[in-house]
């Protein structure tokens, strides 16, 4: 094959315009500073929601009881299963015992809290006009609020 001055001019202007794209910076970092706030929407972010402290450990709780409720469960229809007697009256006890005994104790914890639940008086002294308001909120089982202003 024979080259070209044709040939070897798009050539080199291959090559110049691979070299060009090779030396020019593929990402930009903008170093100016965010405003702590803006105008922009609210994004939900990946992962759990935000929540309270609260929230957060009864999650963790309620995950934990669950992978524990797992193993539990599974350790006993093993033990079922070896045995061969997968009696649907045995499986109902087994599953049933566990609230049966955790129910009152949860009951008398209640019981117990609500007994000993005392109230904090809090002391506040300001200088110049001062505008208090109490907010009596209580949230129902599907999610409606009531708030007492």
Do not use: C, F
């Amino acid at each position: 094959m024979t080259t070209t001055p044709a040939h070897r001019q798009q050539a080199d202007h291959l090559i110049a315009a691979v070299n060009d794209a090779l030396a020019a910076p593929t990402s930009y970092r903008d170093d100016t500073p965010l405003p702590r706030y803006g105008t922009a929407p609210p994004v939900p972010q990946p992962g759990r929601p935000p929540m309270s402290q609260k929230a957060t450990d009864a999650s963790a709780l309620m995950l934990t009881g669950s992978v524990l409720t797992l193993a539990t469960g599974g350790a006993a229809s093993a033990v079922l299963w070896a045995s061969g007697h997968a009696d649907p009256t045995v499986i109902g006890l087994i599953a049933a015992a566990p609230l049966a005994i955790a129910a009152p104790i949860w009951a008398l914890a209640r019981l117990v809290k609500a007994a000993t639940k005392t109230t904090t008086e809090h002391h506040h002294h300001y200088s110049g006009p001062v505008r208090q308001q109490t907010v009596n909120s209580h949230s129902r089982w599907m999610g409606k609020t009531t708030n007492n202003l």
